[in-house]
C-alpha cells in the first residue's frame, strides 16, 4: 500500500462519485500502486463501493471496473493507451489553439527564440530586442481586434503602455483582482522598457537578448491566458463544485463542421460552460475529423489476461 493525504483520498472519491449514479457509496479507497511514464505519474486506487469494485487511475483521471478489468497491470496498460489515443503533444497544441486570438503573437515569440540562438554579436541583440517589441505590440493589437472597445477616448493603436491599462483595467476590474491587476501591468511595461533599451543599446550581450525573450514570452503568456479567460466568459472556477480545475473543451456543430466551438469543463464534477464559437477550420481541418467504417453491433469485447485475444460475447 503507498501512502496519501487525506486531500488526495477525498479528491479520488469525489472523482468516483461524481461519476456513479446518486446514491453509490464508497466503502473503501486505498492507494495501490503508482508508475511514472515519460515524466507523467499514474497512481491507482483500489474502490469498494456500493456497485462493485473499481480502478480508479489519475493523469488524467479515468475509472475501470474490477470485473472487466480483473488485473491491475490490464487497467494500466488500457489506460495507457487511452493516453495515447490523446496524445500530450496534442493537448500542449490544444492549449495553444485556445489562446485563438493571440496563436500568431505565441507563433512569432517560438520564431524569436530560434533566432536567439543564432545571435552572436551587438548587432543581432538589438534585432531581437526590436522583436521582441514587435511581438509586445502585437499582443495588444490582437486584444484590441478580439474585443469590441467603446469608440470614444481610445488611445493611438500602438501606444502600448496605455493600452495595457485599457486592456486590463477591463479585463480584471474590480478590488479583488487588484493585485492581479498590478502585477500584469508591470511586467508587461518592465518587458517592454526593457525590449526597448535593448533596442537601441551599442553594449548588449547575449544575455540581455535572452532575458528579453524569456521576459516577452513570460510576460505574453500570462496577459493572452488572462484575456482569452475574459473573452470566452469562464469562471474562477466552477459554480457546481467550486473546483478550480477548469479546462477548454473543443466541439463542433455537425451542421456547421467549420466553426469551432470551445467551452469551459470541470474535470473534478463534469461541469460544463455555454459553448462560444472562436474561430474557423479550414476546408483539410474539417476532413481530418475522425470517421468510422462498419456496422453497429450489440455485441461486446471482454479483453482477457495475458493481452492475447478478446474474447467476445453478448451482453446478459
Not at 111 to 127: S, T, Y
Not at 252 to 270: A, F, H, M, T
Not at 271 to 297: H, K, M, Q, Y
Not at 307 to 314: D, H, S, T, Y
Request: hydrophobic share 35%.
Amino acid at each position: 500500500m503507498l501512502e496519501f493525504t487525506d486531500e488526495e483520498k477525498q479528491e479520488v472519491i469525489d472523482y468516483y462519485l461524481g461519476q456513479s449514479p446518486e446514491g453509490t457509496e464508497v466503502r473503501f479507497a486505498q492507494k495501490v500502486y503508482a508508475e511514472s511514464v515519460i515524466g507523467h505519474t499514474h497512481a491507482v486506487w483500489d474502490i469498494h463501493a456500493s456497485d462493485g469494485r473499481w480502478w480508479v487511475i489519475t493523469n488524467p483521471t479515468n475509472l475501470y471496473s474490477q470485473e472487466q478489468f480483473p488485473n491491475l497491470d490490464l487497467a494500466i496498460t488500457f489506460h495507457m493507451g487511452l493516453c495515447l489515443r490523446i496524445p500530450r503533444n496534442d493537448l500542449k497544441q490544444v492549449d495553444v489553439e485556445s489562446v485563438r486570438p493571440f496563436t500568431d503573437v505565441l507563433n512569432a515569440i517560438r520564431e524569436c527564440e530560434a533566432a536567439l540562438a543564432q545571435a552572436n554579436d551587438p548587432g543581432a541583440f538589438r534585432a531581437i530586442g526590436v522583436r521582441c517589441r514587435e511581438n509586445l505590440l502585437a499582443f495588444v493589437h490582437a486584444a484590441q481586434d478580439a474585443y469590441d472597445w467603446p469608440e470614444q477616448d481610445l488611445p493611438q493603436r500602438s501606444n502600448f503602455k496605455s493600452w495595457v491599462e485599457r486592456i486590463f483595467d477591463t479585463f480584471l476590474s474590480g478590488a479583488d483582482n487588484r493585485e492581479r491587476r498590478r502585477l500584469i501591468k508591470t511586467t508587461l511595461k518592465e518587458t517592454w522598457d526593457y525590449a526597448n533599451w535593448l533596442t537601441h543599446s551599442q553594449s548588449g550581450k547575449w544575455m540581455d537578448a535572452e532575458v528579453a525573450t524569456n521576459a516577452v514570452s513570460h510576460a505574453i503568456g500570462m496577459a493572452a491566458s488572462i484575456c482569452v479567460r475574459h473573452l470566452r466568459g469562464v469562471p474562477d472556477q466552477c459554480p457546481a463544485c467550486d473546483s478550480h480545475r477548469l479546462f477548454p473543451e473543443e466541439g463542433l456543430d455537425p451542421k456547421n463542421p467549420e466553426v469551432i466551438l470551445e467551452r469551459p469543463v470541470c474535470s473534478e464534477c463534469g461541469w460544463a460552460g455555454d459553448a462560444v464559437p472562436v474561430g474557423e477550420r479550414t476546408e483539410d481541418e474539417v476532413a481530418l475529423f475522425i470517421t468510422r467504417e462498419g456496422e453497429n453491433s450489440d455485441e461486446c469485447g471482454v479483453m482477457q489476461t495475458p493481452l492475447m485475444e478478446v474474447l467476445g460475447k453478448r451482453p446478459k
